[in-house]
């Protein structure tokens, strides 16, 4: 009996190694999955390179939609693509300075749509992106001032690139000088107070448009 009890209790702990074997291999794959094989199927024919600006549309909300439409533009985010520690991350200003793996800021906008903008020429791109990471933990600054107590997207690039290069990317634009009457609520929300219409800012959009800039990628966007 002894020998019979030893017998079923041997066959159950090689039916439960083979189980966790099982469990193990399942977790193994759906890690390399998201690891390996998504961030591929994410940026699809993309092949990223240090220093490229990478341009979305955020998930909408009231500020969003006030930025797109003060811009007359689809960005409304933009980030730094940088190599760091064995992987593609984006250096963006969102909530704070910080990093972002590469395929979660895809997979954050609408549709999974971005742009990638390429500086022309072949220049040195370290000092700018070792100027944006002096900036690393500032909070996001959501009324778009250019001082540095806190700081936004398109800001981040911008005064990274001309501390860097002493060239300036992108032109400033005052807010009078935008199409912004029909977002006036949102403005005197975040602004708690009148919308401050001589207050230059960068967009997005503008930053995009600046001639040392080519457009290199777009996905899903019409």
Known sequence: ???????????????????????????????????????????????????????????QNDLVLAIEGISESPYSHCGIVVYKNSSWMVLEAIGHVKYTPLYEWVQRGRKEAFSVYRLKGNKDLKPFIAEAAKFLGKPYDSRYRLDDEKIYCSEL??????????????????????????????????????????????????????????????????
């Not at 019979?4 to 074997?21: D, H, P, V, Y």
């Not at 006036?184 to 800039?213: C, D, F, H, Q, V």
Request: one cysteine or more; aromatic letters at 12%; glycine letters at 4%.
């Open 1 to 59: 009996m002894n020998e019979e009890l030893r017998g079923l209790a041997s066959m159950a702990t090689k039916k439960l190694l083979k189980i966790c074997g099982i469990v193990i291999l399942l977790i193994f794959s759906l890690a390399l999955i998201k690891t390996k094989l998504l961030p591929y199927y994410k940026f699809k024919n993309y092949i990223p390179k240090n220093g490229d600006l990478i341009f979305q549309s955020l998930p």
């Open 157 to 222: 690039i911008y005064k990274s690139y001309v501390k860097s290069n002493k060239v300036k990317l992108g032109k400033l634009k005052a807010l009078g000088d935008m199409p912004w009457e029909a977002y006036k609520k949102t403005i005197r929300k975040y602004e708690n107070g009148p919308p401050p219409l001589e207050r230059l800012m960068i967009t997005p959009k503008n930053l995009s448009l600046a001639p040392e800039l080519e457009l290199f990628y777009k996905q899903n966007y019409d």
